[in-house]
């Protein structure tokens, strides 16, 4: 999905891969999902630590 003018209009997964920007995105079901590769599972497990202690965004819900 993307917004225009406030509104949310639903793309294909075809038109979200030929977007600029998104080659580390992959669509899976109907969700866009960022690809991320780790040189090990400990690096993998830092990541994800990493990223859990980032401020939630002011719009995000629980």
Do not use: K, W
Request: with cysteine; net charge negative.
């Amino acid at each position: 999905m993307t917004c225009a003018e406030n509104e949310i209009v639903r793309i294909g997964p075809q038109q979200f891969h030929e977007t600029n920007g998104v080659e580390d995105r992959r669509v899976v079901g109907e969700e866009a999902c960022a690809y991320v590769r780790a040189g090990s599972f400990a690096a993998g497990a830092r990541f994800v630590q990493a990223v859990s202690e980032l401020p939630a965004p002011p719009h995000a819900g629980p």
